[in-house]
C-alpha cells in the first residue's frame, strides 16, 4: 500500500517551452501533496505543498509563476515547468500525506527534467 | 530554520564490516526523524521513522537511535552487504514538512 507515482519518469524540452509533471497516490487519497526539487548531491528542496481544493503554499525563493502547482483532485497534483530554462534541470520528486493529522509522507520515484 | 547535517559525506566499507551513519539537527522541537533510502536516479525508500518520544527503532539489521536534546540521531547497518550500496538521508519533521540533509553515500565493496 501507499504506492505513489509520477510521469514522466523522464523528460527533455527545449529552453522556452512548458512541461507537465503528474503525482498520483495509487492506493490511498492524499489530502496534501509536496513537490522538492533535489540538486546533485544536494538535499530536497521543499518547493511548495499543496491542498486539494486550494492554491498551493510555496517556499521562499521558489517562484509560483514559473512552478506551477495544481492539486485537483485527492489523488492528483501537477507541477507545471512554464518557460523552461537550463537551470530548471533537475530531479524533482513529489510526496504524499495520507490525511490530517498523520506525518507520514510517502515518495514518488521522481522526475528527470532536462532542458536543452 | 531548520539546519540537517549528514557527516560523511560518503562512505566506502569492506562487505560485513557495520556502518554507522550520523544526522544532526539544529532544532530540536521535531515530531519526528525519518531514514531513507536513494538508489541513483531513483526516489526515496523508507527505513525507520522515529516518532519525538522514541529514542530508537529497529527493522532487521538497521538501527536508527534518536537523541533529541542534543539535535541527533545515528543509524546503524550491521554486517553490510553490497546491496546496501545507496545514499541514505536523514529528514527531520517539525510540522509537517520535512527538512532533509545532503545525505552519506555508501560503497560496500565485496
Known amino acids: 500500500g501507499a504506492v505513489v507515482s509520477q510521469h514522466p519518469s523522464r523528460v527533455i524540452c527545449k529552453s522556452g517551452t512548458s512541461v507537465k509533471i503528474e503525482c498520483r497516490s495509487l492506493d490511498f487519497q492524499a489530502t496534501t501533496m509536496f513537490w522538492y526539487r533535489q540538486f546533485p548531491k544536494k538535499s530536497l528542496m521543499l518547493m511548495a505543498t499543496s491542498n486539494e481544493g486550494s492554491k498551493a503554499t510555496y517556499e521562499q525563493g521558489v517562484e509560483k509563476d514559473k512552478f506551477l502547482i495544481n492539486h485537483a483532485s485527492l489523488t492528483l497534483s501537477t507541477l507545471t515547468v512554464t518557460s523552461a530554462h537550463p537551470e530548471d534541470s533537475s530531479f524533482y520528486i513529489c510526496?504524499?500525506?495520507?490525511?490530517?493529522?498523520?506525518?507520514?509522507?510517502?515518495f514518488g520515484p521522481g522526475t528527470r527534467l532536462t532542458v536543452t | 530554520k531548520q539546519e540537517v547535517t549528514q557527516i560523511p559525506a560518503a562512505l566506502s566499507v569492506p562487505e560485513g564490516e557495520n556502518l554507522v551513519l550520523n544526522c544532526s539537527f539544529t532544532?530540536?522541537?521535531?515530531?519526528?526523524l525519518q531514514w531513507f533510502r536513494q538508489d541513483p536516479g531513483k526516489g526515496l525508500t523508507s527505513l525507520l521513522l522515529?516518532?519525538?518520544?522514541?529514542r530508537e527503532q529497529t527493522s532487521g539489521r538497521l538501527n536508527a537511535s534518536l537523541d533529541k536534546s542534543s539535535g541527533r540521531s545515528t543509524l546503524y547497518i550491521a554486517a553490510s552487504q553490497p546491496g546496501d550500496s545507496a545514499t541514505y538521508l536523514c529528514?527531520?519533521?517539525?510540522?509537517?514538512?520535512?527538512?532533509f540533509g545532503a545525505g552519506t553515500t555508501v560503497t560496500v565493496r565485496a
Open positions: 522515529i516518532q519525538s518520544s522514541q
Open positions: 532544532d530540536s522541537a521535531i515530531y519526528n
Open positions: 510526496s504524499a500525506r495520507p490525511r490530517p493529522g498523520r506525518y507520514e509522507q510517502y
Open positions: 529528514a527531520v519533521s517539525d510540522d509537517y514538512k520535512l527538512s
